[in-house]
């Protein structure tokens, strides 16, 4: 089946602790997107990239980074910079010549600081 | 610069009755609009989606949205509810009119279906 696969599904952190978050998908989309949700907040964008290689800060991108080695993959970094990390992070991709602008998500990752 | 709001964080309706959650969107150019269901802990699933022709839209599970231009609404309606509608449901608006597909979006009305 094809589908957007994010791993861990829950993860703990300690404080001052980089964790990576996995995001891959079959779909041969294009575009990849890392959102963050939080409770009454909906979701804000973090970084999205439109080929390999190449990506762009969204509206919160401080104290995230990623990177697009290949086109299936887009993992997130989360670093001991991001001052409030604790929230559900949701990948998304899409297709991007005679697209309709949709999403497609993968099932989210829940990252709680300890 | 694209925003959305929706109107009302949580909307508590009976099973069987009219479910109507609400949007108003604000675009610099011609909108794509969403809706999205998500369930607890979940991803977000598409329901519906507007971007040219007909304005009036049906998703899936008996969903269905009006654009209103004049209005710069897009409601979801649904006749008739169901308890298997409970979740939360999110409106989003294309960041710029479907050039990267960036969302941008609502801040989420929670439906709850009481038997």
């Known amino acids: 089946d094809g589908g957007i696969t994010q791993s861990p599904k829950y993860l703990f952190r300690k404080e001052g602790q980089n964790v990576t978050l996995s995001c891959e998908q079959n779909l041969n989309h294009d575009a990849m997107y890392w959102y963050r949700q939080d409770p009454g907040q909906g979701l804000r964008l973090i970084y999205y990239s439109q080929i390999v290689n190449d990506f762009q800060k969204g509206d919160i991108a401080e104290g995230y980074s990623v990177s697009r080695e290949k086109k299936e993959s887009f993992p997130l970094t989360v670093t001991s910079a991001q001052k409030n990390p604790t929230a559900f992070y949701l990948c998304a991709s899409s297709i991007l010549l005679l697209s309709s602008g949709e999403l497609f998500f993968g099932e989210g990752s829940r990252l709680t600081v300890l | 610069a694209q925003s959305v709001t929706q109107l009302g964080s949580h909307v508590s309706v009976s099973e069987g009755a009219l479910v109507l959650l609400r949007c108003n969107y604000s675009?610099?150019?011609?909108?794509?609009l969403f809706w999205y269901v998500q369930y607890p802990n979940q991803g977000l699933q598409l329901l519906l989606k507007?971007?040219?022709?007909?304005?009036l839209v049906k998703g899936i599970n008996g969903f269905e949205a009006e654009f209103k231009k004049s209005e710069t609404s897009f409601h979801l309606t649904k006749p008739s509810a169901h308890m298997s509608d409970a979740a939360e449901y999110f409106c989003?608006?294309?960041?710029?009119?479907?050039?990267?597909?960036?969302?941008?979006f609502g801040t989420g009305t929670l439906l709850a279906v009481q038997p």
């Open positions: 507007y971007t040219t022709g007909a304005t």
């Open positions: 675009s610099s150019v011609p909108p794509y």
């Open positions: 989003a608006v294309s960041a710029d009119g479907g050039a990267t597909n960036k969302l941008i």
